[in-house]
């Protein structure tokens, strides 16, 4: 990946289907993304959430996260 490319994949926010980060979601947390967006289609239980936002953070610590969850 070039740098142009990893300036623009610190703007992307993406969502993803699943309770699990998926292994593509990941490689691209490593790459540099700038945020990850949860839905209620990733939330089952409490302790689901805290499990997928440990796997998000144990990435990269500095990656914004969102939730869109009614």
């Keep these: 990946m070039n740098d142009l490319q990893r300036r623009a994949m610190r703007l992307l926010?993406?969502?993803?289907?699943g309770t699990t980060l998926p292994d593509h979601v990941a490689r691209w947390i490593d790459d540099?993304?700038?945020g990850v967006?949860?839905?209620r289609r990733n939330i089952e239980n409490?302790?689901?959430l805290l499990a997928l936002n440990?796997?998000?953070l144990g990435r990269r610590q500095a990656i914004?996260?969102?939730v869109d969850e009614e």
Excluded at 13 to 17: A, H, K, L, Q, T
């Design 13 to 17: 926010m993406v969502g993803f289907d």
């Design 32 to 34: 540099g993304l700038g």
């Design 37 to 39: 967006i949860l839905f």
């Design 46 to 48: 409490l302790e689901g």
């Design 54 to 56: 440990a796997a998000i």
């Design 64 to 66: 914004l996260l969102g």
